[in-house]
């Protein structure tokens, strides 16, 4: 049976059979449905009532019961699993993952799921194997967090790294602002500001562009499924221009380019080059249009001795790569490890407990 990879984020669950060459088979949002008892109604009888629950917040599984319900859904009736016949399954991790979490993961896995083997790897070390690099920078913009993480040899430099708690969902509330602010008597459901962000925002060439798009910007009248109509106009440059200017979302930071760069600086002086030449940019937020050459431009503007340069992804590998990096990377390394016993195993949980993740997953 072949190893099974899962990559939970904040918004999106990616699992399948590792196949190095081909996106992810299971592709759905990363929460469930349960139900509540309410107080008493009348009779006194509860009222029972469907309520959405978020397993993974900003990168870090919150409710476990929620994720091992997530996860039967996902082994059990989308892969094929079979009680009893458990396989092996890899995890992608985010950055500066609590030792508590992996062991809870690991625990969960044996005694829950009763899988022959384990592992996980982090993402940033995941998305570069996608590549072909062992060494290298990713910007990674989830649905909750933003991740800067060197990579040297296929260890990540966490002294170096950086974790922002901001991500897509905070640009989507931020274009949810605005759009407010432009149609004040519409009232917009925040998964349409969500589709809306997906389909009209981008970024201009630089700074200079966005302030002079005030002017310039054509009005587009937009349908929404419930018949009202909205106007978008300099609404969709404000969510790219977020990420270069964090002052829109009220944070004093600088923008994501010299986040990299110091970021890499703080690595020893003969990796930066290779660091910076080998930027990796990953998640959904990098695929909005004009991103990628935005971020090159403020790369090649840059003060630094050394400019960022982005990794173009083979030809070989799925289009929209950045969406599924981490995940092809861990189906890439799951040919690795198990064929080579270098995962844990039944044995190995059994004789040192959850513990032992840390030892053989690094």
Request: with cysteine; charged share 25%.
């Amino acid at each position: 049976m072949e190893a099974v990879v899962v990559d939970a984020g904040s918004k999106l669950l990616k699992a399948g059979i590792a196949l190095p060459d081909q996106a992810p088979g299971l592709v759905m949002p990363s929460k469930m449905k349960t139900e509540v008892e309410e107080n008493e109604v009348a009779d006194g009888a509860a009222a029972v009532v469907e309520e959405v629950v978020h397993p993974v917040v900003r990168g870090f599984v919150k409710d476990w019961d929620a994720m091992e319900d997530l996860l039967t859904y996902v082994l059990y009736r989308n892969i094929g699993w079979e009680m009893g016949d458990e396989g092996q399954i890899l995890f992608t991790e985010p950055l500066f993952t609590p030792k508590a979490l992996r062991e809870q993961l690991v625990q969960l896995m044996f005694e829950k799921f009763n899988v022959s083997g384990f592992y996980d790897s982090e993402q940033a070390v995941l998305s570069l194997y996608a590549v072909g690099r062992i060494s290298g920078c990713t910007v990674d913009i989830g649905h909750g967090k933003i991740d800067i993480a060197p990579v040297c040899e296929g260890a990540v430099q966490h002294v170096a790294s950086k974790r922002f708690e901001i991500g897509g969902t905070d640009l989507t509330n931020l274009f949810a602002q605005e759009l407010k602010k432009s149609n004040p008597s519409v009232n917009i459901d925040i998964s349409d500001v969500e589709r809306l962000k997906e389909q009209y925002a981008c970024c201009t060439e630089d700074q200079s562009a966005f302030e002079a798009i005030a002017s310039t910007c054509q009005p587009e009248t937009h349908t929404l499924p419930d018949g009202q109509v909205i106007t978008i106009e300099k609404e969709r440059y404000i969510v790219g221009e977020a990420l270069f200017q964090p002052s829109i979302l009220g944070l004093e930071d600088y923008g994501i380019v010299h986040q990299l760069i110091t970021s890499v600086s703080n690595v020893a002086s003969e990796y930066q080059k290779q660091l910076l030449e080998n930027t990796m940019l990953c998640g959904g937020t990098v695929s909005m249009t004009g991103f990628e050459d935005r971020f090159q431009r403020e790369a090649n503007l840059s003060a630094s001795a050394i400019r960022p340069t982005l990794v173009k992804a083979p030809e070989y590998m799925p289009e929209d790569l950045a969406r599924h990096s981490a995940w092809l990377g861990g189906a890439i390394l799951a040919k690795v490890v198990f064929p080579q016993n270098q995962h844990v195993t039944k044995g190995d949980y059994d004789e040192t407990g959850p513990s032992i993740v840390h030892k053989k997953c690094f």
